[in-house]
């Protein structure tokens, strides 16, 4: 794939998650990997997200770690089957931030393609340090940096699609645990399984990564 298009492509991720509310501070921002290159496109303290144009796309490599893309670059160096990260500020997200707990494991798609996660760090350097980073090392692929989520994925799409899981899990733990009703979790073996598969789709990704190509075939729920 052309530079041009994969910058064409992370504009139209940035409108979809600035659309739902997901990209709205300066804080937030979206990268793809370049293929067979150790570089990214980047948007990042952006302050209009609903008004982005090529010109606001930054082409990165991996050794510029700035402010902006040192965590984007940290995540790619150290998991070569991530193509995609998006750092967004979803409402659910920071309603389960002020509650201090980890996203239990409640829904089938989300331990499939998320896998385990937990609950918010202070800062970047907690993460490279806290469980957050061990989650990110075990192959889980997404956690709570503040108020913001840090969400990966083997490709663009995956990476939307799980952002937006995220959101959707995290706003039916937190109206959950509100009632005080009862929360049934999915069950270890469940997990167990759903790890694994998600481990081998990530092992792939990193192969076609590594052979400068875009994974297949792993993008549906």
Known sequence: MQLSQIKIELLEG??????????????DSFSLRVPGKTAMVLVSEHKDWRNLSVVDVRVVPFSVKDHSSGLHAYIYEQRGDVGAIAVSSPKGVRLLAGCGDPLPPIFDEQVRHIGASEGSLADEEDLRKGKLWKTFEKGGNAGLLGEQLVCLGM???????????????????????????RINYIPFWVRMIANRRLLKDEAVACTS???????EGIDAY
């Open 209 to 215: 990564y590594s052979e400068g190509r875009i994974p």
């Open 155 to 181: 490709t663009r799409d995956r990476a939307l699609f799980n952002t937006e899981l995220y959101e959707k899990c995290a706003r039916a733990y937190v109206i959950a645990k509100a009632c005080g009703e």
């Open 14 to 27: 940035c409108n979809r998650l600035a659309s739902k509310g997901f990209l709205h501070t300066a804080a």
